[in-house]
Structures are given as structure tokens and as C-alpha cells.
């Protein structure tokens, strides 16, 4: 596993400073396994959306698949100096922090 993996696995959520994005997405919880696993939910009023993927890095892409949807999607992601990771897709950035 890269120093990169590992700076990114573990639990995200939603930055509640960033307001844009939870105008656009809501707010949402990132789980990065290290069996390449990867946890997307959305928190929604009623219930919580989850979608169950696969990840890999790739030169500064987190590149995803769902398996029972199977297609290949490429996201820019940052770790910046604070701590937080910042995605960006389809021209939108969203920023996260680590909760565990």
C-alpha cells in the first residue's frame, strides 16, 4: 500500500464549513478500506443512501467502480496541509474531514 493509500483510508464526513457542496450533494460519510473498499452514504431526511465500491489511486485521481453497475469513474482528490480532502468531479469540489 502507498503513503498515499494510507493517508486516505479511514472514515470522511461532509465539511459543515463548506456549504456549496452540501447545497449540491448533502451531506455525506466516506469510508476508505484497505482491502480497496469504499463506502459512500448520503444522509437524507428518511434514510441513508449507500453505494458500495471499489477505489484505487491513480497520479492524483481516486478511480472508482461500482460493482453491481460496473463503470469506472475518475475523481481528483487532494489531502491538504489542514488535514481535510478535497474532491473534485464533473467540475464540482467538495471537501471532507477525517472522523476516524
Known sequence: MSSQTGELLGTWKSDPQDEAALCSYGRATLKFGSDGSFLYKIHEA???????????????????????????????????SDGKLVLTFGGETSRYIRIE
Open 46 to 80: 428518511e434514510k441513508d443512501h449507500v453505494m458500495r465500491l471499489t477505489f484505487r489511486l491513480e497520479s492524483g485521481f481516486i478511480v472508482t467502480d461500482q460493482p453491481s453497475e460496473p463503470r469506472l469513474e475518475r475523481t481528483a482528490y487532494e489531502l491538504t
